[in-house]
């Protein structure tokens, strides 16, 4: 199967994900540059504005062959509330890492599962994955529940195995195979 050349819009019944522009950047500030919504993504808050758009901008230079960021907007705004991406994708293996992150005014509403069951939906449905993998820190209960919910498995702890802001932090690795994936999926239609 060819590699993507585009990020395409995801639409669910509440939302439309689709890739990330510069002028989101002051929306993704207020949770990127919020201290609490970051401690467990991979990098320290942003400072300001300006630090967040280039992020974006990083993001938005790399091939949707190896990354691919979504901004996560209710379908009757445009405004982004969150971000699912996949990374470290391997074409070759059948591999890819997904993250998530969500405003906390958004929080508790269903959103996120929402917004990476259709991810997942891209990934294994056109993107020719076998294996999704989701590092998360112990502390990180929301979306160890989440990916749980969705079928991930824990596959154990990666200790000190990313150093944010100088201090080394550790990982569970959480994985979901297609072949499960679909099973869920079909289960959940004939309920």
């Known amino acids: 199967m060819p590699d993507p050349i585009a990020v395409?819009?995801?639409?669910?019944?509440?939302?439309?994900?689709?890739?990330?522009?510069?002028?989101?950047?002051?929306?993704?500030?207020?949770?990127?540059?919020?201290?609490?919504?970051?401690r467990?993504?991979?990098?320290?808050?942003?400072r300001d504005v300006a630090e967040t758009a280039n992020l974006i901008r990083?993001?938005?230079?790399?091939?949707?062959?190896?990354?691919?960021?979504?901004?996560?907007?209710?379908r009757d705004a445009d405004r982004i509330i969150g971000m699912v991406c996949y990374?470290?994708?391997?074409?070759?293996?059948?591999?890819?890492?997904?993250?998530?992150?969500?405003?906390?005014?958004?929080?508790?509403?269903?959103?996120?599962?929402?917004?990476?069951?259709a991810l997942l939906t891209q990934c294994f449905d056109h993107l020719d994955t076998h294996r999704v993998e989701a590092r998360i820190e112990p502390g990180n209960i929301a979306s160890i529940r989440l990916a749980k919910r969705l079928g991930f498995e824990c596959e154990g702890l990666m200790r000190d195995c990313l150093f944010v802001g100088g201090e080394?932090?550790?990982?569970?690795?959480?994985?979901?195979?297609?072949?499960?994936?679909?099973?869920?999926r079909l289960a959940s239609n004939h309920r």
Do not use: C
């Not at 467990?40 to 942003?46: C, E, F, M, T």
């Not at 990083?58 to 209710?74: D, K």
């Not at 074409?91 to 992150?101: E, T």
């Open 8 to 38: 395409p819009v995801l639409e669910t019944p509440r939302l439309k994900l689709r890739g990330l522009v510069e002028s989101d950047a002051a929306a993704m500030h207020e949770f990127y540059g919020d201290a609490e919504t970051m």
């Open 40 to 46: 467990y993504w991979d990098s320290p808050p942003a």
């Open 58 to 74: 990083r993001s938005r230079e790399m091939s949707p062959q190896y990354h691919a960021a979504y901004a996560i907007t209710l």
């Open 87 to 117: 990374n470290e994708r391997r074409s070759w293996q059948r591999r890819l890492s997904v993250g998530w992150i969500l405003a906390k005014p958004r929080r508790r509403q269903g959103i996120m599962r929402e917004a990476v069951s």
């Open 168 to 184: 080394p932090h550790s990982q569970y690795l959480y994985a979901l195979l297609q072949h499960a994936w679909r099973r869920q």
